[in-house]
């Protein structure tokens, strides 16, 4: 956030709280001459009239802050019991509250006090305080005003509206204006958790509909099935941004305990905060504020040097603790990053030994980001001494598990003499989330898909070649790097019911590691809604919940975290991750989505550049002058037909079908659908584009699988469509989701295709 917007937002707030105030203030006034002795209501004015005065002389609104301070002045001797309330005392306090009021409408216009005097009310404010005059109720401002303003002395309680009429321009263009505070509502945060729940009982409900529509030949029902589809999906994401706060609400109070806990370790500490802006649940804000506060004294504590050991290593003295925060691949990522002297892998090995939590054999095998998790074991510490800080052993072990009880990961990275990085990974919500619908031993589970890397199908006979035994653990080598495997009927206890010699593994990630979890089918993508699990069946360790499908079914959240611990010991995971250097080089594989046009061509496009799967009537399809557009979510969008616009013959095999497979691109705040025959694949494939197709619309060509595929140039065939999509837009903070989202109907049929 710049610091001109985040100006911007302090100057909103003062708005809002300072409109709040003035009307109490007006009703307190009132109130406050039928009963002068109340010391209550002079403190609770005088008190409101301070902070209006000391915010906006941090804001630099003199003229609000010189009305309001000799307004003060005069509060604080009546409730010092220096003077006496008169009506008109009453008279001229009010008169301070009104002005006050035409100040900030005149702020919220332009950001600046306008016009407004506020000289005859200081005068006749001043005039009260030094005793030269009693204003009388009816006296007017010695100042004429530029429109009359109404007798409020006269009224029971007091209406600001007509006051801030005046205070605007007459024209129509602002006549029907609200204010910054009529334009925001306070709500207590319990009617909103009951909204969330009604909102997850909606989206259950929908799912069954949707279910239920899919499986008639009622064209009407379809079309309201998909029409109620659309409705709470745009209910659901509406209701979850009102509970979503930025993270700078839990960052608030950390420079103070950075500069305590500096001034308690001796030590010098700037704090930087990056992305205080980003947003995530409410609830799950609770849910980190302890293990964020922990990671940030052991920074400071561990991780940077005094001043006098960072001068001599040729660092400035001052260390430079960074808060990071920022969203990816739907989860919210926040960092806490120090320059200080780094952890030593090998200091941590030697006291994993001292301590009994590995043996000097498994250390050796270790990679360098095996040996830094062990700072997450119970008990485990490198303190020379235990201080009131840290030293005990306690904490770190905590932090990782609140983290992984809200469904997060914690990754650490850290570089001898340069300092560590802590890297908390959350979902946005708990209460609704995408997930693959999966089934084992007849039974049905729900994974999270932010869990979920791919989905990989093998033949009977694939399968008898592919899948190896490495010491007795099945393992497949998937693009070169082997996978371990982890059957769900074994982890569970049962006995697969899939006797075809097929093999369909869906590829996980947990704790920076990927494992394969074999399952019997995949059923379809939902979102759905977390229920809690009762004691018994939390105490198992290997669900992370429940929840209802849309066929009514009750199906158990698999807690993937637990099943990569319970399942994998440490030296499979390293036989299937060949180490940090590898992990991150397979984080660089191009991710493309593939899509067939017709004519047997298939095109590849980055997944990066899409935003969203979806399938729209093709009734819905309009033509505006030469061009199709469609309207999706409130927009219009260009529609753009690939297999037209790279020249493939216009035969359609899907004409008949009721509705068109639309790939949406956005970038900025503008959105394009384009049109495919069909979803394919997704793969991660470690290989460059050949440059091999001159082909106008095409950037070359990639081996995809055994299998040539083109690859699209994304921006040529947007501008195809609407030559005049980017205008206006900064490409630089264009930033495409490449994940599945929304019903997840058309992963389903790529669902349906890998299987």
């Known amino acids: 956030m710049s610091e001109f917007d985040e100006m911007d937002e302090i ?13 109490q203030l007006d009703r307190d006034l009132v109130e406050l001459e039928r009963n002068p002795a109340s010391r209550d209501l002079l403190g609770s004015i005088f008190r409101t009239i301070h902070t209006i005065k000391g915010t906006s002389g941090f804001l630099a609104f003199s003229r609000l802050e010189a009305v309001t301070h000799v307004g003060e002045n005069l509060l604080a001797r009546l409730r010092d019991g220096k003077m006496t309330m008169t009506p008109g005392t009453t008279d001229v306090l009010l008169a301070m509250v009104d002005r006050v009021r035409d100040l900030l409408a005149a702020i919220e216009r332009d950001g600046t006090e306008g016009d407004v005097d506020v000289s005859s009310v200081v005068a006749r404010i001043t005039d009260v305080l030094e005793g030269r ?47 910054v505070a009529e334009s925001s509502i306070r709500v207590d945060v319990d009617l909103l958790d009951s909204l969330m729940r009604q909102v997850g009982e909606l989206v259950l409900t929908r799912n069954q509909i949707v279910r239920q529509a899919s499986s008639q030949h009622d064209v009407e029902l379809a079309r309201a099935a998909q029409r109620l589809n659309l409705i709470a999906t745009e209910l659901q994401e509406g209701v979850m941004k009102t509970r979503m706060q930025p993270i700078d609400h839990l960052w608030a109070k950390l420079p103070r305990v950075v500069r305590d806990l500096g001034a308690a370790c001796g030590k010098q500490v700037e704090l930087a905060m990056v992305g205080r802006e980003t947003e995530l649940d409410r609830s799950l804000l609770e849910s980190v504020k302890d ?18 050991e960072r001068v001599a290593a040729g660092k400035p003295a001052a260390g430079l603790l960074t808060l990071r925060a920022y969203h990816e691949g739907g989860q919210v990522v926040v960092e806490v990053c120090d320059d200080g002297a780094g952890i030593d892998p090998e200091r941590i090995a030697a006291k ?63 570089v001898l003499g340069r300092g560590t990085t802590c890297r908390l990974r959350i979902p946005l919500t708990l209460a609704i989330v995408p997930a693959l619908i999966v089934e084992s031993a007849g039974d049905t589970y729900a994974i999270g898909q932010v869990n979920l890397l791919e989905l990989v199908a093998l033949d009977a006979d694939r399968a008898a070649t592919a899948v190896e035994d490495v010491n007795g653990a099945p393992v497949y080598r998937l693009r070169g790097s082997l996978l371990p495997l982890v059957h769900l009927a074994q982890v569970l206890g049962v006995e697969s019911d899939r006797s075809d010699g097929h093999v369909l593994i869906a590829v996980l990630q947990a704790e920076g590691k990927r494992f394969g979890l074999v399952i019997d089918r995949v059923l ?63 984080a660089e594989h191009v991710r493309l989505l593939v899509a067939g046009i017709g004519g047997g061509r298939r095109i590849a496009i980055a997944l990066s550049s899409v935003t969203r799967l979806e399938n729209i009537p093709r009734a819905a399809v309009e033509v505006v002058g030469t061009r199709e557009v469609v309207q999706y979510r409130g927009d219009i969008l260009p529609l753009l037909r690939l297999d037209r616009h790279l020249g493939v013959a216009s035969y359609d095999p899907g004409a008949d079908e009721e509705n068109l497979v639309v790939i949406i691109y956005t970038a900025g705040s503008r959105s394009l659908a384009i049109v495919v025959d069909e979803i394919v694949d997704i793969v991660d494939e470690e290989t460059e584009i050949q440059h091999d197709i001159a082909d106008r619309g095409l950037l070359g ?30 490409l630089s903070e264009a930033t495409p989701v490449g994940a599945w989202s929304g ?3 058309a992963f389903d049929a790529l669902v349906k295709e890998a299987v």
């Open 291 to 308: 293990p964020l506060t922990h990671l940030v004294r052991n920074a400071v504590d561990h991780g940077l040097e005094s001043a006098a």
């Open 701 to 730: 060509s990639v081996l995809v699988r055994d299998r040539v595929v083109e690859v699209l140039d994304v921006r040529d065939a947007v501008l195809a469509a609407d030559p005049h999509f980017y205008a206006g837009t900064d």
């Open 133 to 179: 005059a009693e204003a009388p109720a009816a006296v007017a401002d010695p100042e004429p005003e530029p429109e009359p303003e109404p007798a409020l002395a006269a009224t029971p309680v007091a209406q600001p509206a007509p006051v801030r009429e005046t205070a605007l321009p007459a024209g129509d263009e602002d006549a029907g204006r609200r204010n």
């Open 524 to 586: 379809s993508t939902e979102d759905i809604v977390v229920k809690p699990l009762g004691a018994r069946l939390k105490a198992l360790g290997t669900y992370s919940g429940a929840t209802l499908l849309g066929d009514g079914r009750v199906a158990l959240i698999l807690d993937v975290q637990a099943l990569a611990r319970k399942a994998l010991n440490a030296e499979t995971l390293e036989r299937g991750n060949e180490g940090p250097d590898d992990v991150r080089a397979a």
């Open 743 to 745: 019903t997840g109907s």
């Open 352 to 414: 994993a030994v001292d301590r009994g939590l590995r043996t000097q054999a498994q250390v050796a095998q270790m990679a360098t980001a095996d040996i830094l998790q062990l700072i997450f074991t119970a008990g485990f510490s490198t303190a020379a001494a235990v201080t009131n800080v840290s030293g005990r052993g306690v904490g770190m072990d905590v932090v990782k598990t609140n983290i992984e009880s809200i469904g997060g990961t914690i990754e650490i990275e850290s």
């Open 11 to 23: 100057v909103s707030e003062f708005l809002v709280e300072s409109h709040e105030n003035l009307d």
